[in-house]
């Protein structure tokens, strides 16, 4: 599996505790300002990016991992930007920083980015357009099929995601 995100020196050590120690103060805790200061604050170990994934590390390794966050942010993003060139452009900086970053290969990364933006697009359907005309039916008339498609698509796709991954 690697090394694991908690061995890793560049990463901000987190310290977990019960609800009841809100007087110490931590970044993102939601019982730290004012709150903490009148005593009512609330959970004091808010899930943050980095505590999931220190619970994700455990799971599966950095490529499996970055390969799934990158295929379901592709697919989330493809809902406000339908193009795939300009799905790329929002989202290629953050998919090859990441890379970077973690020390994995970008091909891997690319491929799920382009996984994510083909399997929504069966709730678009751009691509079904001149059939419909065609044919006389109306987007609503092939939606349920598409809706179908989508999730038989994600369930093959992600554990092949894990799988292939590594």
Known sequence: MGSSWADRTDLPKQEFSAAGDAGSPRPGAAGSGAARE???????????????ALALDGLLSREANASVITYLSACAINLLVPSGGGQWAVQSPIILEMS??????????????????????????FWALPLL?????????????????????????VPCLVIFSD
């Open 38 to 52: 009148t005593g009512q604050g609330g959970c004091s170990a808010t899930p943050t990016f980095s505590s999931l």
């Open 100 to 125: 970077k970053s973690l020390g994995i290969e970008r091909a891997p990364l690319v491929m799920a980015f382009a996984y994510g933006d083909q399997t929504t697009n069966l709730l678009q359907p």
């Open 133 to 157: 005309s065609i044919s006389g039916l109306k987007a609503r008339d092939i939606m349920g099929f598409t809706m179908v498609a989508l999730v038989v698509e994600m369930a093959i796709v």
